[in-house]
């Protein structure tokens, strides 16, 4: 591999001291996966290159928060032509919509995503209203199915999810198979529609034709402007608590693995989101753990990225599980009549089960 090869990003970073913000070029060498930054404003080295192993070629991409040596850096453009040649020219963002129908199978539905190559950068579980399940279905006004399929849409919870990668809105579609499942079934049997779908609106996923739609549907879904977009789906009872997946977790590629794990152990996922958190979130997520384990400034250090929070619903049983390790601390509550012994695995320092 090439050492002198790098790739160039202007990033912002915001100095909370200050309260403005800091502009640099980041520099990426993939041979070796080392970083420089240079001060933009003082035309002075920041960083000299730097060998950083939590850092990808992956993670680059224009709109991406990445964490380099505990700053979290906002990619805001591209810092030479070479990089934007090379990353720019075919990099997508499409919709991946899990329909209600295949809900239960989206441990493995973001499995075949993550094995594809594709980046999950949003992901929010959540239920449509008529109106919206109609603006939604636009492209289909004049089909005599349309009330049919917005029925089928509003019946129960939907995923949807923000997906990246080059060709991202074929590659997805090649992915899915033939809108029809009995179609995919026997044109393209490995696809989703075939695996996970039963016909032409019970299809299991959906995703967008064109650029154009793309953007369309995914303001829908996850709207520029800052409103919350369709309810989500949480349900707070007795016998519900949360499950957080944290970052290196999804960077690894195991959120598809979890999900099927809850679900196998017994456990109904009433709600899920994914949330990007700066440090200040990060400190005040982790406080109980400051003074008590000695790996606290690891954990707010690294985990500063993305975090997938999980509703988990079900009855009677209590299991509280806590995994200290080099990478972190990972918390689970868990009430319900799941087995236990699933999790208990992942238990290294973790207090007492009483």
């Not at 964490?67 to 070479?82: E, H, K, W």
């Not at 016998?239 to 970052?247: D, G, L, Q, S, Y």
């Not at 319900?336 to 320092?349: A, I």
Request: proline letters at 3%.
């Amino acid at each position: 591999m090439n050492h002198s090869e790098r790739f160039v990003f202007i990033a912002e970073w915001y100095d909370p001291n200050a309260s403005l913000f800091r502009r640099y070029e980041l520099l990426f060498y993939p041979g070796d996966g080392s970083v420089e930054m240079h001060d933009v404003k003082n035309h002075r080295t920041f960083l000299k290159r730097t060998k950083y192993e939590d850092l990808h070629l992956e993670d680059l991409f224009i709109g991406n928060k990445v964490n380099v040596f505990s700053r979290q850096l906002v990619l805001i453009d591209y810092g030479d032509q070479y990089t934007a040649r090379q990353l720019g020219s075919k990099k997508e963002k499409t919709l991946a919509l899990i329909k209600p129908d295949a809900v239960s199978k989206a441990g493995e539905i973001i499995e075949i995503i993550n094995k594809a190559g594709f980046t999950l950068t949003k992901l929010k579980m959540m239920t449509l209203s008529r109106k919206e399940a109609t603006d939604f279905h636009i492209d289909h006004q004049s089909r005599p199915f349309l009330n049919e399929l917005i029925q089928f849409i509003t019946s129960g919870p939907i995923i949807a999810m923000e997906i990246l990668r080059d060709d991202a809105i074929c590659e997805w579609k090649k992915l899915l198979g033939p809108a029809n499942s009995g179609l995919a079934r026997t044109d393209a049997p490995g696809s989703i529609r075939a695996v996970f779908g039963t016909d032409g609106i019970r299809n299991a996923a959906h995703g967008p034709d064109s650029l154009s739609c793309a953007a369309r549907e995914m303001e829908l879904f996850f709207p520029s402007s800052g409103v919350c977009g369709p309810a989500n789906t949480a349900k707070f009872t007795n016998c519900t608590t949360c499950c957080i997946v944290k970052p290196h977790a999804i960077s690894e590629g195991l959120l598809g693995k979890i999900l099927m794990a809850i679900r196998d152990a017994g456990f109904e996922i009433s709600a899920m989101q994914m949330f990007n958190m700066d440090r200040v979130n990060v400190e005040e997520f982790y406080e109980v753990y400051k003074g008590v384990v000695s790996e606290y400034n690891i954990l707010h250090a690294r985990d500063i990225i993305y975090f997938v929070f999980i509703w988990l619903t079900s009855f009677s049983m209590i299991v509280c599980v806590h995994h200290v390790a080099a990478n972190g601390i990972i918390s689970f509550l868990f009430m319900g009549n799941g087995d236990r012994n699933v999790f208990w695995p992942l238990c290294s320092h973790g207090d007492s089960t009483d």
